[in-house]
Protein backbone atom coordinates (compact mmCIF):
# COMPACT_ATOMS: atom_id res chain seq x y z
CA UNK A 1 0.00 0.00 0.00
CA UNK A 2 1.83 3.15 -1.71
CA UNK A 3 -0.51 5.51 -0.34
CA UNK A 4 -0.28 8.74 -2.42
CA UNK A 5 2.78 8.76 -5.14
CA UNK A 6 4.04 11.63 -7.50
CA UNK A 7 6.59 11.59 -10.08
CA UNK A 8 8.64 13.45 -11.20
CA UNK A 9 10.36 13.89 -7.66
CA UNK A 10 12.44 17.27 -8.97
CA UNK A 11 12.27 18.88 -12.35
CA UNK A 12 14.08 21.50 -14.15
CA UNK A 13 12.32 23.47 -16.90
CA UNK A 14 13.00 26.58 -18.99
CA UNK A 15 10.74 29.12 -19.75
CA UNK A 16 7.52 28.07 -21.83
CA UNK A 17 8.24 24.12 -21.87
CA UNK A 18 5.64 22.31 -20.67
CA UNK A 19 5.73 19.01 -18.12
CA UNK A 20 2.68 17.47 -16.59
CA UNK A 21 2.90 16.10 -12.85
CA UNK A 22 1.70 12.48 -12.18
CA UNK A 23 -0.20 11.72 -8.84
CA UNK A 24 -2.01 8.01 -8.23
CA UNK A 25 -3.37 6.89 -4.87
CA UNK A 26 -4.10 3.57 -4.23
CA UNK A 27 -6.85 3.92 -1.21
CA UNK A 28 -9.44 4.17 -2.97
CA UNK A 29 -9.84 7.51 -1.95
CA UNK A 30 -12.99 9.59 -4.01
CA UNK A 31 -11.86 13.23 -3.65
CA UNK A 32 -7.87 14.07 -4.98
CA UNK A 33 -5.84 17.68 -4.79
CA UNK A 34 -3.13 19.39 -6.06
CA UNK A 35 -1.35 21.95 -4.12
CA UNK A 36 1.76 24.55 -4.34
CA UNK A 37 4.01 25.48 -1.82
CA UNK A 38 5.93 28.29 -1.32
CA UNK A 39 8.00 30.64 1.22
CA UNK A 40 6.28 31.90 3.79
CA UNK A 41 2.67 31.43 1.78
CA UNK A 42 1.73 27.76 3.49
CA UNK A 43 -0.14 25.36 0.96
CA UNK A 44 -2.17 26.85 -1.36
CA UNK A 45 -5.33 24.45 -2.94
CA UNK A 46 -4.72 24.85 -7.15
CA UNK A 47 -7.25 22.69 -8.52
CA UNK A 48 -9.17 19.32 -6.78
CA UNK A 49 -11.51 16.65 -7.92
CA UNK A 50 -14.28 15.78 -5.98
CA UNK A 51 -14.92 12.60 -7.54
CA UNK A 52 -14.29 10.79 -10.88
CA UNK A 53 -15.09 13.11 -13.76
CA UNK A 54 -14.79 16.33 -11.94
CA UNK A 55 -12.21 18.87 -11.33
CA UNK A 56 -12.87 22.30 -9.72
CA UNK A 57 -10.25 25.59 -9.44
CA UNK A 58 -9.05 26.12 -6.02
CA UNK A 59 -7.41 29.43 -5.00
CA UNK A 60 -4.68 29.57 -7.64
CA UNK A 61 -5.44 27.82 -10.67
CA UNK A 62 -4.51 30.39 -13.21
CA UNK A 63 -1.80 28.76 -15.70
CA UNK A 64 -2.68 25.45 -14.95
CA UNK A 65 -4.83 22.57 -15.99
CA UNK A 66 -5.94 19.36 -14.25
CA UNK A 67 -7.21 15.80 -15.49
CA UNK A 68 -8.83 13.17 -13.24
CA UNK A 69 -7.88 10.23 -15.45
CA UNK A 70 -9.68 7.74 -13.38
CA UNK A 71 -10.51 6.91 -9.86
CA UNK A 72 -6.57 7.25 -8.81
CA UNK A 73 -4.68 9.23 -10.85
CA UNK A 74 -5.20 13.10 -10.97
CA UNK A 75 -2.01 14.92 -13.24
CA UNK A 76 -1.43 18.75 -12.99
CA UNK A 77 0.14 20.43 -16.47
CA UNK A 78 1.65 23.45 -16.60
CA UNK A 79 1.05 24.47 -20.58
CA UNK A 80 4.16 27.30 -20.52
CA UNK A 81 5.92 27.16 -17.36
CA UNK A 82 7.10 30.59 -15.86
CA UNK A 83 9.33 31.00 -13.20
CA UNK A 84 6.40 32.53 -10.92
CA UNK A 85 5.46 28.61 -11.22
CA UNK A 86 8.60 27.07 -9.62
CA UNK A 87 7.57 25.87 -6.00
CA UNK A 88 7.20 22.40 -4.63
CA UNK A 89 4.22 21.16 -6.04
CA UNK A 90 1.83 18.73 -3.62
CA UNK A 91 -0.88 15.89 -4.31
CA UNK A 92 -3.21 14.58 -1.34
CA UNK A 93 -6.24 12.51 -1.67
CA UNK A 94 -9.25 11.70 0.94
CA UNK A 95 -12.21 9.26 0.79
CA UNK A 96 -14.17 12.91 0.66
CA UNK A 97 -14.12 16.45 0.32
CA UNK A 98 -13.47 17.92 4.09
CA UNK A 99 -11.80 15.29 5.48
CA UNK A 100 -8.49 14.67 6.42
CA UNK A 101 -6.25 14.66 3.40
CA UNK A 102 -3.14 12.19 2.85
CA UNK A 103 -0.59 14.04 0.80
CA UNK A 104 2.28 12.66 -1.42
CA UNK A 105 5.71 12.91 -0.96
CA UNK A 106 5.63 16.80 -3.61
CA UNK A 107 7.55 17.54 -6.84
CA UNK A 108 10.13 20.26 -6.84
CA UNK A 109 9.97 22.33 -9.79
CA UNK A 110 12.45 24.80 -10.63
CA UNK A 111 11.39 26.90 -14.01
CA UNK A 112 14.00 29.33 -15.23
CA UNK B 1 -5.73 37.17 2.71
CA UNK B 2 -4.39 34.47 4.88
CA UNK B 3 -7.31 33.31 6.72
CA UNK B 4 -5.25 31.21 8.75
CA UNK B 5 -1.83 32.21 10.45
CA UNK B 6 1.05 30.62 12.06
CA UNK B 7 2.46 34.09 13.65
CA UNK B 8 5.31 32.40 14.66
CA UNK B 9 7.35 30.67 11.64
CA UNK B 10 10.07 28.66 14.44
CA UNK B 11 10.63 27.77 17.95
CA UNK B 12 12.87 25.90 20.21
CA UNK B 13 12.36 23.89 22.83
CA UNK B 14 14.61 21.36 25.23
CA UNK B 15 13.62 17.99 25.13
CA UNK B 16 11.52 16.98 27.67
CA UNK B 17 9.38 20.12 27.92
CA UNK B 18 6.44 21.48 26.25
CA UNK B 19 6.19 22.86 22.81
CA UNK B 20 3.32 24.79 22.00
CA UNK B 21 2.41 26.31 18.65
CA UNK B 22 -0.15 28.46 17.68
CA UNK B 23 -2.75 29.02 15.05
CA UNK B 24 -5.05 32.24 14.25
CA UNK B 25 -8.00 32.32 11.68
CA UNK B 26 -10.43 35.01 10.57
CA UNK B 27 -13.42 32.76 9.13
CA UNK B 28 -16.08 32.22 11.40
CA UNK B 29 -17.43 29.65 9.55
CA UNK B 30 -14.51 27.02 9.74
CA UNK B 31 -15.61 24.48 12.13
CA UNK B 32 -12.94 21.69 11.55
CA UNK B 33 -9.05 22.08 12.05
CA UNK B 34 -6.27 19.84 11.47
CA UNK B 35 -2.63 19.62 12.79
CA UNK B 36 -0.40 18.55 10.01
CA UNK B 37 3.65 17.90 10.26
CA UNK B 38 6.26 18.08 7.59
CA UNK B 39 9.52 16.59 7.62
CA UNK B 40 12.04 18.07 4.79
CA UNK B 41 11.79 16.66 1.09
CA UNK B 42 8.49 14.90 2.33
CA UNK B 43 4.49 15.15 1.97
CA UNK B 44 2.72 16.47 5.57
CA UNK B 45 1.38 14.01 7.52
CA UNK B 46 -1.48 14.23 9.46
CA UNK B 47 -1.27 14.67 13.14
CA UNK B 48 -4.39 15.80 15.29
CA UNK B 49 -7.76 17.04 14.43
CA UNK B 50 -10.60 18.96 16.31
CA UNK B 51 -14.07 19.57 15.47
CA UNK B 52 -15.67 22.74 17.03
CA UNK B 53 -18.01 21.39 18.95
CA UNK B 54 -14.75 20.35 21.21
CA UNK B 55 -12.60 22.65 22.61
CA UNK B 56 -10.08 20.03 22.91
CA UNK B 57 -8.48 16.89 21.61
CA UNK B 58 -5.87 14.47 22.74
CA UNK B 59 -3.58 12.17 21.15
CA UNK B 60 -0.82 10.72 23.32
CA UNK B 61 1.90 13.35 23.75
CA UNK B 62 -0.13 15.66 21.69
CA UNK B 63 -3.23 17.75 22.38
CA UNK B 64 -4.96 20.92 20.50
CA UNK B 65 -7.30 23.51 22.10
CA UNK B 66 -9.52 25.64 19.99
CA UNK B 67 -11.25 28.70 21.54
CA UNK B 68 -13.68 29.57 18.96
CA UNK B 69 -14.74 33.06 20.47
CA UNK B 70 -10.68 33.82 20.20
CA UNK B 71 -10.84 32.17 16.73
CA UNK B 72 -7.28 30.37 18.32
CA UNK B 73 -6.35 26.76 18.20
CA UNK B 74 -3.21 25.69 19.45
CA UNK B 75 -1.16 22.49 19.68
CA UNK B 76 0.90 21.09 23.23
CA UNK B 77 3.30 18.42 22.79
CA UNK B 78 4.30 16.97 26.09
CA UNK B 79 7.18 15.78 26.20
CA UNK B 80 8.88 17.22 23.43
CA UNK B 81 11.23 14.56 21.63
CA UNK B 82 14.14 15.26 19.01
CA UNK B 83 11.88 14.02 16.75
CA UNK B 84 9.33 16.11 16.96
CA UNK B 85 11.55 18.15 15.25
CA UNK B 86 9.37 19.47 11.86
CA UNK B 87 7.37 22.07 10.13
CA UNK B 88 4.12 22.13 11.97
CA UNK B 89 1.16 23.08 9.58
CA UNK B 90 -2.46 23.92 10.67
CA UNK B 91 -5.77 24.15 8.56
CA UNK B 92 -8.87 24.62 8.63
CA UNK B 93 -12.26 23.98 7.02
CA UNK B 94 -15.66 25.24 6.95
CA UNK B 95 -18.87 22.57 7.32
CA UNK B 96 -19.49 21.02 3.57
CA UNK B 97 -16.64 23.61 2.21
CA UNK B 98 -14.69 21.94 -0.28
CA UNK B 99 -11.15 23.40 0.50
CA UNK B 100 -8.86 23.47 3.73
CA UNK B 101 -6.67 26.80 4.06
CA UNK B 102 -3.06 26.11 5.27
CA UNK B 103 -1.22 28.58 7.45
CA UNK B 104 2.05 29.27 7.02
CA UNK B 105 3.74 26.68 9.28
CA UNK B 106 5.81 27.17 12.63
CA UNK B 107 9.55 25.14 12.16
CA UNK B 108 9.99 23.54 15.50
CA UNK B 109 13.55 22.34 16.39
CA UNK B 110 13.58 19.78 19.53
CA UNK B 111 17.49 20.52 21.51
CA UNK B 112 18.84 17.51 23.28
Known amino acids: NAGVTQTPKFQVLKTGQSMTLQCAQD?????MYWYRQDPGMGLRLIYY???????DKGEVPNGYNVSRLNKREFSLRLESAAPSQTSVYFCASTMSLGETQYFGPGTRLLVL | DQQVKQNSPSLSVQEGRISILNCDYT??????FLWYKKYPAEGPTFLIS?????DKNEDGRFTVFLNKSAKHLSLHIVPSQPGDSAVYFC???????????FGTGTSLTVIP
Open chain 1, 27 to 31: MNHNS
Open chain 2, 91 to 101: AASAHGGNQFY
Open chain 1, 49 to 55: SASEGTT
Open chain 2, 50 to 54: ISSIK
Open chain 2, 27 to 32: NSMFDY
